[in-house]
């Protein structure tokens, strides 16, 4: 039964997650990759239990075709998790590069301004 519970938290960790990503302008990606590796190690652990588990007795079929369907499930949600947190870092890169560029042009008005200044000064004197 710890084992359902960790699947459904780890399910609403991914939800929230994925909330987090379409939603908030700067989502705290610490934390994000915090809690899912939390969750995992979790879900992990339980299933470590569990399989020592059926080693000592054989599981219901039923309960293994269960557990089956909610671990693809979960994994379809990472699948999915995975491409959003890659789209969002695809786009921290855009905009890391148009902030490079808007860095370089500014230092490039900064020294023509510099110039035309130092031009001024020239013929005054």
């Keep these: 039964e710890t084992l359902w519970g960790a699947c459904n938290d780890y399910q609403a960790m991914q939800q929230a997650h ?3 990503l379409e939603t908030a302008a700067s989502p705290d990606m610490e934390r994000l990759v915090f809690e899912r590796e939390q969750r995992f ?15 000592r007795a054989a599981p219901e079929p039923a309960l293994v075709s269960a557990l089956q369907e909610h671990l693809t499930a979960l994994r379809a949600g990472d699948v999915i998790l995975d491409e959003c947190l890659q789209a ?3 786009t921290l890169a855009q905009t ?3 902030l490079q560029q808007g860095q370089k042009v ?7 301004a510099a110039r ?10």
Excluded: E, I, K, P
């Design 18 to 20: 994925l909330h987090c």
């Design 41 to 55: 190690a979790d879900l992990q652990n339980r299933l470590t239990a569990l399989a020592y588990q059926w080693q």
């Design 88 to 90: 969002y870092r695809v």
């Design 96 to 98: 890391r590069a148009q």
């Design 106 to 112: 500014l230092v490039g008005y900064g020294n023509q």
């Design 116 to 125: 035309g200044a130092l031009r001024v000064v020239d013929r005054s004197g």
